[in-house]
């Protein structure tokens, strides 16, 4: 049973909130996200779906601090974000990205791309590997440790990925398309592996996704159209959203 989430400040229990953000491109012709307002809660799994160009990965960039709002405000646990400097040491402690295109250095092994977050933390060589290896085992990889990404399967990458975002123990797990390269094989064992983690780790779960399927996961759901929010819906993980 997931545990209650934990306040992030007073009188409120959301991690992060969005509100009135904006992120236009090309002198405003371009209104990638418009004018959204969204709390999310401490140990929520937010799942954010709509169609192709309709705002979902650019309003990741905004939740993740990969990029900067155009106008409005990101609040991290009751603290307004207003520099990318800012963000980056939050991401370094406490959040965790998984990407659709996995995003690991093709001359390293496995395991080393899961050691890459640690240096420059004041991780031993000995320890960094440790961790490494025991993170790769907990998604079900320690067998392809000394694997480059070129000999790895779509399914083995990502997983890979996941264990790399583990690294800090995150607080929050951020993922976009995280399925998307994946068949339904595949893509049905990374969703069951982030619902464990998401179990175990006590953690928040927001994540982008265009697939019918996968969008039913989660206990909060966002669609975006056209950079705004066009309906929202609280439910169960073990009743997944429908719209």
Known sequence: M???????????????????????????????????DLEIESGSWVTI?????????????????????????VRFRGRSMNS??????????????VFQAFHLVPTLTAAENVELPMFGNGFKQALRRQLAHQLLDRVGMSHVAQRSPGELSGGE????????????????????EPTGNLDSRNSEQIIGLLKELYFEQDCTVVMVTHDPVISRWGDHRVCMRDGKMSAQIHCSLDDPCTL
């Open 84 to 97: 990318l400097r800012e963000w980056t040491r939050v991401r370094q402690a406490c959040i965790g990205l």
């Open 2 to 36: 997931k545990a209650a989430p934990q306040q992030a400040f007073p009188g409120s229990s959301a991690l992060l909130e969005l509100t009135a953000v904006s992120r236009h491109f090309s002198d405003g012709l371009v209104r990638a996200v418009d004018g959204v």
């Open 49 to 73: 779906t709509g169609p192709s160009g309709s705002g979902k990965s650019t309003l990741l960039s905004l939740i993740s601090g990969l990029d900067l709002p155009t106008s409005g405000e």
């Open 157 to 176: 990458l990502q997983r890979v990925a996941i264990a790399r975002a583990l690294v800090n123990s995150p607080h929050l797990i951020l993922a976009d």
